[in-house]
T-cell receptor
Framework: GESVGLHLPTLSVQEGDNSIINCAYSNSASDYFIWYKQESGKGPQFIID?????DKRQGQRVTVLLNKTVKHLSLQIAATQPGDSAVYFC???????????FGQGTRLTINP | ETGVTQTPRHLVMGMTNKKSLKCEQH?????MYWYKQSAKKPLELMFVYNFKEQTENNSVPSRFSPECPNSSHLFLHLHTLQPEDSALYLC?????????????FGQGTRLTVV
């Protein structure tokens, strides 16, 4: 069935270190993936996306890696800053389905 | 500012009350969504509207009634809710038909049922 899950519910990193947030999905038909960031009191905000015909995509300080063989997605944040503290969600969409399936979320905490 | 505005931001209602949540998108999108976000649960899709037509209802109880008068506005009418319905209700919009469904979210309405 469709499900998107996260390996860890919480992640603490030192300011300036790199962060890696992981996500597993089960739907083989998934062809589009998104990472969202949700800060306290706000709605989810788009960070970066990737289509299934790609393995890697880079943005500003963020990189998304997709491994379709093991159905795994990761978000890498370089030089983590206090403003990166938030809950991060992965979401997937399969061809023809007009909806995003979200994972549970990982709370990223930055230690000074 | 994400282009999706939700009102009110906070709402406290009794179980016998009737209230409505409002969402407006300024992005020219053709699809709108209601999601429910409860503590320690993934975002749950409730309703999908595409070109003002409801295309999905994810087994949502009838005490939640959506309305989409046009492609820019979406309402969620609430009546006789239960305390377990307390959650953050998020509205989102997207442009369908381009092979991707990147959704833009509003700030949400924090609903408390007492």
């Amino acid at each position: 069935g469709e499900s998107v899950g996260l390996h860890l519910p919480t992640l603490s990193v030192q300011e300036g270190d790199n962060s890696i947030i992981n996500c597993a999905y089960s739907n083989s038909a998934s062809d589009y993936f998104i990472w969202y960031k949700q800060e306290s009191g706000k709605g989810p905000q788009f960070i970066i996306d990737i289509r299934s015909n790609m393995d890697k995509r880079q943005g500003q300080r963020v990189t998304v890696l997709l491994n379709k063989t093991v159905k795994h997605l990761s978000l890498q944040i370089a030089a983590t800053q206090p403003g990166d503290s938030a809950v991060y969600f992965c979401a997937e969409n399969s061809r023809g389905a007009q909806k995003l399936v979200f994972g549970q979320g990982t709370r990223l905490t930055i230690n000074p | 500012e994400t282009g999706v505005t939700q009102t009110p931001r906070h709402l406290v209602m009794g179980m016998t009350n009737k209230k409505s949540l409002k969402c407006e998108q300024h992005l020219g999108h053709n699809a709108m969504y209601w999601y429910k976000q409860s503590a320690k649960k993934p975002l749950e899709l409730m309703f999908v509207y595409n070109f003002k037509e409801q295309t999905e209802n994810n087994s949502v109880p009838s005490r939640f009634s959506p309305e989409c008068p046009n492609s820019s506005h979406l309402f969620l009418h609430l009546h006789t809710l239960q305390p377990e319905d307390s959650a953050l209700y998020l509205c989102a919009s997207s442009q369908e038909g381009q092979g991707r469904t990147e959704a833009f979210f509003g700030q949400g309405t924090r609903l408390t049922v007492v």
